[in-house]
């Protein structure tokens, strides 16, 4: 009997947007009755279970609030309203790459993101040489991860994530700027992390890839969970199969501007 | 009637508004897909799946453990300190060695001015060693709240993208301080070998006393202007200004005797004087280091008759600022990753 994993419930969050930072600015706007800020709501009301093992895909389009909800699940913020509980470590990537320092070496960098990731020392040290396989970053391994090529930084990233043994793992479109055969390796790990019973939140645009890595599927839209099921009724859903409809919209003149 | 109306259309035109975005969407969407859709090489799953038992409890991901939770991750604390002072002291040839020229060209500059020039120090017996004192502490102090005021910022990379307490980075920062602080402690009880420091109960109890104090204060101010500073970069410029001052708003470049005198006077600016818990502090630290080396008759008029009371007043105030200090974190603590 497989345990709830993640249990997210009514949660949503806001963000204030502040259009003035200086008194000066600030003045000015008020003078002109301009808002001083806003506030904007990037998921909204959303609540759903995942049970341990289970792989989620989660779509929907730029800034429909998929990264803010990973970073809710993973810790990083605070919902406004509503709870989010998880159960066990959890580990994986958010918004294309990790927290990297970067005047700090790929190895520093390595132990710093591993620990934080909740290993010990001596996990760690045992890992150690896998990862930097895997990462591929070979003498790259002592220069500040400024000077890493985008590619480099997010494979470094990708491999301390997936080798920390993490009972839930994230994993937000990580894998945009890798190259085939890395994206193809990396697919190959989740699939296997996937086998052992690891929870996974997979964030991808690519609806073949969603279909063979996920059992479920969420879609987000401006902040609220607008469907939660099958992988095929997903993507069909987010595909909105309709054509004629388009036609019309096409036709209606007043939509094209938006393109 | 027509009210009714009016709101049947509006209710219509955000309707179709609305289902127009849908389909604007839906297309953006397909285009996308489109787009993507082999930008990801499928790798099916192989072999059976696996149960994994996870032995823990549902929790909050981001749990207010607060400071409580930092001294649990000792080694993560341990590898962001050395890490800092790695950082520090990158492509500097003399590294370290800085930590000792800057506090020993300002203790000499004090000395003479004060010491040599002004002699503001009223022939107070074993001067420099009262002024190095107050000098080693106030370092300390400084060191740890502008650089912990600082440390949420500097270390945005990873506050924005991983879980950690936040607390962590102040803490680290009051780790690197100590280690600065350290080995001028030692120079300094090396002085007070060589100038006949003997042995006291009531010393020791000072100078606890006086560290708890100086902990917990640092602490404090650096919490609440670390979480500050993430709002208003302001608040490291008025750290900085405040620190300058702070050399010369404690009893080490004069006597404790002329501010007793002043308080004859003014007792309102006496209080407020030693409203300061680092006033306090450097009393207590001389307590320690520079009255030993002295005659009992020599240091009674350098201290206040009630310098315990104070003592125990002032660390009940800041155990209670810190307390504060950690709830108004935690309240802040919260918005860091969309301010940052």
């Known amino acids: ?45 959303v609540s759903f279970t995942v049970e341990q093992g289970e792989s989620i895909g989660l779509m929907g389009l730029n800034g429909s609030g998929k990264s803010t909800l990973l970073k809710l699940i993973n810790g990083v913020m605070r919902a406004d309203s509503g709870t989010i509980l998880t159960r066990g470590r959890i580990a994986g990537l958010i918004a294309t790459g990790a927290g990297f320092h970067p005047q700090l070496s790929g190895r520093d960098n390595l132990y710093l993101n591993g620990a934080i990731l909740g290993m010990s020392e001596a996990e760690i040290h045992r890992k150690f040489d896998e990862i930097v396989a895997f990462a591929d970053i070979g003498k790259f391994l002592d220069t500040p991860v400024s000077h890493y090529s985008s590619g480099m930084y997010a494979r470094l990233g ?102 | 009637m027509r009210a009714a109306n009016k709101n049947l259309t509006a209710a219509k035109r955000h309707a179709t508004d609305e289902s127009g975005r849908r389909r604007n969407a839906a297309r953006k969407a397909r285009r996308l897909l489109d787009k993507k859709a082999d930008s990801m090489p499928v790798v099916e799953l192989e072999g ?29 604390l341990k590898l962001i300190v050395s890490r800092q002072l790695a950082q520090m002291y990158a492509a500097s040839l003399l590294g370290l060695l800085w930590s000792y020229i800057q506090p020993a060209l300002r203790f000499i500059v004090y000395f003479f001015v004060f010491g ?7 022939g107070t017996p074993n001067f420099a060693l009262h002024l190095f004192t107050g000098m080693v502490f106030v370092h300390y102090f400084t060191e740890t709240w502008s650089g912990g005021t600082r440390s949420i910022w500097a270390n945005r990379a990873l506050v924005m993208k991983m879980r950690v307490p936040r607390e962590i980075f102040p803490v680290a920062t009051m780790m690197v301080a100590a280690y600065h602080t350290g080995p001028q402690v030692l120079i300094l009880a090396i002085a007070c070998a060589v100038l006949g420091w003997h ?22 101010l650096s919490l609440i202007f670390s979480a500050l500073n993430v709002f208003f970069k302001d608040f490291q410029n008025i750290v900085q200004t405040v620190t300058q001052f ?43 280091f520079w009255a030993p080396t002295l005659k009992p008759a020599e240091y009674a008029d350098e201290f206040p008759p009630d310098l315990w009371e104070r003592g125990f007043v002032m660390l009940g105030v800041c155990l209670g600022l810190l307390f504060v200090a950690q709830r108004f974190f935690a309240r802040l603590e919260g918005k860091f990753p969309e301010r940052l």
């Open chain 2, 116 to 122: 040599v020039v002004l002699k503001t120090h009223g």
């Open chain 1, 158 to 259: 990708f491999s301390i994530a997936i080798h920390v043994d993490a009972d839930i793992f994230l994993a937000d479109e990580v894998l945009a700027v890798g190259d085939r055969p890395f994206k193809k390796k990396c697919m190959a790990k989740m699939q296997e992390i996937r086998r052992q019973g690891t929870t996974i939140f997979y964030v991808s645009h690519a609806s073949a890839s969603v279909r063979a890595m996920c059992d479920r599927v969420l879609v987000l839209e401006s902040g609220h969970l607008n469907f939660d099921g099958g992988v095929d009724e997903g993507i069909h859903y987010l595909e909105y199969d309709d054509d004629e409809e388009t036609d019309e919209a096409l036709a209606d003149g007043e939509l094209g501007a938006d393109i």
């Open chain 2, 246 to 288: 702070m050399h010369f708003l404690v009893p080490m470049m004069y006597s404790y005797s002329m501010l007793a005198r002043l308080g004859e006077h003014h007792r309102w600016a006496y209080e407020l004087y030693f409203a300061n818990p680092l006033a306090e502090v450097v009393m207590l630290m001389q307590r320690l």
């Open chain 1, 1 to 45: 009997m497989p345990a709830e994993s993640i249990v997210v419930d009514h949660v949503s969050k806001d963000f204030t947007m502040q259009y003035h930072r200086t008194l000066k600015q600030m003045a000015v706007a008020t003078a002109r009755r301009l808002p001083l800020k806003e506030r904007f709501r990037a998921v909204n009301d």
């Open chain 2, 199 to 220: 042995f006291s109960l009531a010393g020791f109890a000072a100078g606890a006393l006086g560290l708890a104090i100086l902990v917990c204060f640092s602490m404090s």
């Open chain 2, 48 to 76: 059976p799946r696996l149960e994994r038992q996870v032995d823990a409890d549902l929790i909050s991901p981001a749990p207010r453990g607060g400071l409580r939770e930092v001294f649990h991750e000792r080694y993560l």
